[in-house]
């Protein structure tokens, strides 16, 4: 039985729990629901929460533990030759995995391995059956416990509403344990790095070349890590997408709140926003085959020297893209200043202009300041567009019209094929993640120290 088909099986075995709890007590009631503490809903919920999350712990627990224990059960088996060294061992578990799996037939291994690939076969088969008992055995206990518990004088609603409110606890837990995860994943393979590395030619650096050499003898054997051109790539291509696409954005979102006809609003914010739902290897193909060759045909009509993959074509085609985040955004924040002001505006005699100036658009501001943030984070993580219309090259220069890479895009590159955790290469991708995450949060505060400050003047 598979994974959604159990959970299938337990979602209609809450829904049966739910019926027979609101069955049990209407039937409690005697017709009359002011007999019971609770509505019958709240009984019914009672009784299915009590039917589903019994299974779903039992569920977490068990995958959380069936690997390890039975991956240990594995090793126990082993022979020490190939227990005795990491290397083998983790390649002969690989190797079990296939045989398991049904695609070793290609492998060439002893036979105590195929013997392990066949008994992680059985074992996986086993541990799946008891899983589906367990997880049955819980609900249906869950279920008897529940349903012999209600009576008119409990307090269903209140039981209820307990264990959503521990479950909403759950879910920020989760949330928050995921950011201090994804934070210290971050750190301490940067750290790793730093031991390598030192931390002021990685931030300070004017060369950046990883590509570290297997022999002694070969060019840039030791790799050189500045990452100050990745960091003014990045800032420069930022900076052209947000002078196209925050005043293109603003004015529009302008226009379409203040002085559009709502027939005209009603076909062009949906249009507007359509480029928001674009794939982005779309704007990179458009960059690349479109924008970067007007360019550069046209860049040497004037005399300039285009490259074929410049920072200005990137820069351009993300700053389309982001034209409807800071547009969609400023127009719903703008939407929402109060009636009252733009009245008082009038009445004193201001002009649409004006008022829009002087009222609608400071009042906005704190909403708008989120919406060019989101924008220069939407800019700062944007691959693609750079990859196949900025290039790879990473030259230190402001020039807009050369060649330029990015944080983002070197982070994907350092990671893609088959590298060691431990080289330096593959450990300054942990570095530059690092940077780009204290980036983002120093952007964060900064737009929140503006918008409480703006906050208590409208207040």
Known sequence: MSLSFLLLAVAALCALSFYFGRQRAVALSGGRYSNLHSLPAHYGTYVALWCGL??????LVWHSLQGSIIQAMIISELPAEITGDAGQLSL???SISLIAAGNGQHLNVVPEVIDAGQRLANLQTIANAAMIVVMLSGSVLGVSLSYRKISAELRARNNVERIFRWMMIACSAIAILS????VFSLLFEALHFFSKISPVEFLFGLEWSPQTAIRADQV???????AIPL???TLLITIIAMCVAVPVGLFSAIYMGEYASPKFRAVAKPALEILAG???VVYGFFAALTVAPFLRNNGAVLGLDVSSESALAAGLVMGVMIIPFVSSLSDDVMSQVPK???DGSYGLGATKSETIRHVIFPAALPGIV???LLAVSRAIGETMIVVMAAGLAANMTVNPLQAVTTVTVQIVTLLVGDQEFDSAKTLSAFALGLVLFLVTLGLNVFALKVVQKYREKYD
């Open 54 to 59: 019994p299974a779903l712990l039992l569920l």
């Open 92 to 94: 002969a578990l690989n």
């Open 278 to 280: 674009v794939p982005t």
């Open 220 to 226: 840039a054997s030791e790799g050189a890590f500045g």
């Open 231 to 233: 960091f003014v790539g």
């Open 179 to 182: 950011t201090v995860g994804i």
């Open 370 to 372: 989120g919406a060019v």
């Open 340 to 342: 009252s002001l733009r």
